[in-house]
């Protein structure tokens, strides 16, 4: 009996066709014209390899229902072939309901913002250039009196990310110096950064008052009083809530406090809420009700609520920001021209707040009515249904998130798709759909695959409507 299978799978490896046939065949040549033949020549490689050790490994039963013919091989090989061409970083479609999905990149910028990058990424620009003087100028000077003039800052600067606008203030005002900040507060954003391990990098020294769940003002006031206290740190806990028994330091508070010491306080505010949207039943600070509060300093990040690029922006006293641009560190985290290019763009919008709330997609995205997000789902399912498969789609009431790590336990409400069929389960297609062209995330819930509108742009809907084409077509085998 063995002997036997030994036999077989020596005749089924023999079956498979030798690289040159495959490579040469009218089928590969046909689809394959324009890509570089190291891309195909590695393909089918890798194809014939993976098939032999199939062979090699596979039972007999899995083996018999298994097709070796030439048509199979060279299929496999162009998945392989279109997998190597594919770009690592690509557009996908969000339809998780989730705005500033951490994994699908956060905020998308605004088509002016896309427009700016493009033009500046691709030709000389002005970046560190004072056109009017004919001489060098800084790269700093190029969004800071927007930001100072849209949030009341007296001054600002930009650098790679808000965990590196943490790290270069405590580096620049606080080396080697006593940052008192309250144990309520001591954040892990991302799961990479962590207030006390940002602080210990600094060179910084960690003082902790209060304790987790109440933190009052005389425990600053006695951490101050007690020692030589170079900065108080308060940070916005963006990603979580303390509820029941607690008690916070308010930011005004403490900068009456600042005051009466003569001690700066810092204020790590995250989101870079540029807007107020309390008419959305979204709460959460403004950068422009924190500077207006007294903070010394307030840094917050571009790829959050304030819907640009990835950026930290450190909005504030003068002094303070020269001190931190002369620092080595400001060098090692600057930011480069496309990322300028992004945020000036962005920046512009916001001087007219209605336009920022049309243009900015996350901001759009937030103030989307209940009734919009059940017309756009009425029009996708009108669409999906004109396909005539057997799903069967149903618009619910659900919950968006904004996500990224702010406005926990705060939802918007909306309309969603809920698909269900008899011919695939949910997993399947969710599977199916992530796997397309241009991947679909959506999720699960209660045994139906949900699609939220919120996230979606007009673009998307031709591409999900042929994406349950395609399935609904391998389902009958067309
Ligand atoms: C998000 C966040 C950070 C980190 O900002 P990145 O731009 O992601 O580096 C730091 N502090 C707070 C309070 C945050 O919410």
Same mark, same amino acid.
């Given at each position: 009996?063995?002997?036997?299978?030994?036999?077989?799978?020596? +005749?089924?490896?023999?079956?498979?066709?030798?690289?040159?046939?495959?490579?040469?065949?009218?089928?590969?040549?046909?689809?394959?014209?324009?890509?570089?033949?190291? &891309?195909?020549?590695?393909?089918?490689?890798?194809?014939?390899?993976?098939?032999?050790?199939?062979?090699?490994?596979?039972?007999?039963?899995?083996?018999?229902?298994?097709?070796?013919?030439?048509?199979?091989?060279?299929?496999?090989?162009?998945?392989?072939?279109?997998?190597?061409?594919? %770009?690592?970083?690509?557009?996908?479609?969000?339809?998780?309901?989730?705005? @500033?999905?951490?994994?699908?990149?956060?905020?998308?910028?605004?088509? *002016?913002?896309?427009?700016?990058?493009?033009?500046?990424?691709?030709?000389?620009?002005?970046?560190?250039?004072?056109?009017?003087?004919?001489?060098?100028?800084?790269?700093?000077?190029?969004?800071?009196?927007?930001?100072?003039?849209?949030?009341? /800052?007296?001054?600002?600067?930009?650098?790679?990310?808000?965990?590196?606008?943490?790290?270069?203030?405590?580096?620049?005002?606080?080396?080697?110096?006593?940052?008192?900040?309250?144990?309520?507060?001591?954040?892990?954003?991302?799961?990479?950064?962590? &207030?006390?391990?940002?602080?210990?990098?600094?060179?910084? %020294?960690?003082?902790?008052?209060?304790?987790?769940?109440?933190?009052?003002?005389?425990?600053?006031?006695?951490?101050? @009083?007690?020692?030589?206290?170079?900065?108080?740190?308060?940070?916005?806990?963006?990603?979580?809530?303390?509820?029941?028994?607690?008690?916070?330091?308010?930011?005004?508070?403490?900068?009456?406090?600042?005051?009466?010491?003569?001690?700066?306080?810092?204020?790590?505010? =995250?989101?870079?809420? #540029?807007?107020? #949207?309390?008419?959305?039943?979204?709460?959460?600070?403004?950068?422009?009700?924190?500077?207006?509060?007294?903070?010394?300093?307030?840094?917050?990040?571009?790829?959050? #609520?304030?819907?640009?690029?990835?950026?930290?922006?450190?909005?504030?006293?003068?002094?303070?920001?020269?001190?931190?641009?002369?620092?080595?560190?400001?060098?090692?985290?600057?930011?480069?021209?496309?990322?300028? +290019?992004?945020?000036?763009?962005?920046?512009?919008?916001?001087?007219?707040?209605?336009?920022?709330?049309?243009? $900015?997609?996350?901001?759009?995205?937030?103030?989307?009515?209940?009734?919009?997000?059940?017309?756009? /789902?009425?029009?996708?399912?009108?669409?999906?249904?004109? $396909?005539?498969?057997?799903?069967?789609?149903?618009? !619910?009431?659900?919950?968006?998130? &904004? =996500?990224?790590?702010?406005?926990? %336990?705060?939802?918007?409400?909306?309309?969603?798709? /809920?698909?269900?069929? %008899?011919?695939?389960?949910?997993?399947?297609?969710?599977?199916? #759909?992530?796997?397309?062209?241009?991947?679909?995330?959506? *999720? !699960?819930?209660?045994?139906?695959?949900?699609?939220?509108?919120?996230?979606?742009?007009?673009?998307?809907?031709?591409?999900?409507?042929?994406?349950?084409?395609?399935?609904?077509?391998?389902?009958?085998?067309?």
């Amino acid at each position: 009996m063995e002997e036997d299978s030994i036999m077989d799978k020596q +005749a089924l490896l023999r079956k498979i066709p030798k690289i040159d046939e495959l490579i040469n065949s009218e089928e590969l040549q046909s689809k394959c014209d324009e890509i570089p033949s190291w &891309i195909v020549l590695e393909s089918i490689r890798e194809t014939i390899d993976e098939l032999r050790s199939f062979i090699l490994e596979g039972t007999e039963s899995v083996l018999e229902s298994f097709k070796f013919d030439e048509f199979s091989i060279i299929e496999k090989a162009i998945v392989k072939i279109r997998e190597k061409q594919q %770009n690592n970083v690509r557009r996908i479609i969000n339809a998780t309901g989730t705005i @500033l999905h951490t994994n699908l990149g956060r905020a998308n910028l605004s088509e *002016r913002a896309g427009f700016h990058v493009q033009e500046t990424a691709s030709a000389y620009s002005t970046l560190e250039y004072n056109v009017k003087e004919g001489k060098r100028g800084s790269r700093h000077d190029l969004v800071s009196g927007l930001v100072a003039k849209i949030t009341g /800052a007296e001054d600002a600067m930009v650098v790679n990310n808000n965990a590196a606008a943490v790290l270069l203030c405590l580096s620049a005002l606080a080396k080697d110096k006593n940052v008192v900040v309250s144990r309520g507060e001591l954040v892990e954003i991302g799961g990479s950064f962590r &207030i006390p391990e940002i602080m210990e990098l600094s060179g910084s %020294n960690l003082i902790e008052v209060g304790t987790t769940n109440k933190t009052h003002l005389r425990d600053y006031r006695k951490a101050a @009083l007690d020692r030589e206290v170079a900065l108080m740190l308060k940070v916005h806990t963006s990603n979580y809530k303390i509820v029941g028994f607690t008690q916070e330091v308010e930011i005004e508070e403490l900068v009456e406090l600042g005051k009466e010491l003569e001690i700066p306080i810092i204020y790590d505010l =995250g989101s870079g809420l #540029l807007c107020n #949207l309390e008419p959305y039943g979204i709460h959460e600070p403004t950068v422009q009700e924190t500077v207006a509060s007294g903070a010394d300093l307030v840094l917050f990040s571009g790829d959050k #609520l304030l819907g640009g690029p990835q950026a930290g922006i450190i909005a504030g006293k003068k002094e303070m920001i020269a001190a931190m641009k002369a620092h080595q560190l400001a060098r090692v985290i600057r930011v480069d021209k496309m990322t300028l +290019a992004a945020l000036e763009s962005t920046l512009r919008t916001y001087l007219d707040m209605e336009t920022a709330k049309a243009e $900015i997609p996350i901001l759009s995205m937030i103030t989307m009515t209940p009734a919009t997000t059940k017309e756009n /789902a009425e029009k996708l399912v009108e669409r999906l249904e004109e $396909i005539g498969g057997d799903f069967q789609f149903e618009i !619910i009431p659900g919950e968006s998130q &904004i =996500g990224g790590g702010s406005t926990p %336990n705060q939802f918007i409400k909306g309309f969603v798709i /809920a698909c269900i069929s %008899n011919s695939i389960t949910p997993d399947n297609l969710e599977k199916n #759909l992530r796997f397309n062209d241009i991947p679909i995330i959506g *999720r !699960i819930s209660n045994d139906r695959y949900i699609i939220d509108p919120r996230t979606l742009f007009n673009s998307d809907y031709d591409s999900i409507v042929n994406a349950f084409k395609k399935i609904w077509n391998d389902i009958n085998g067309k």
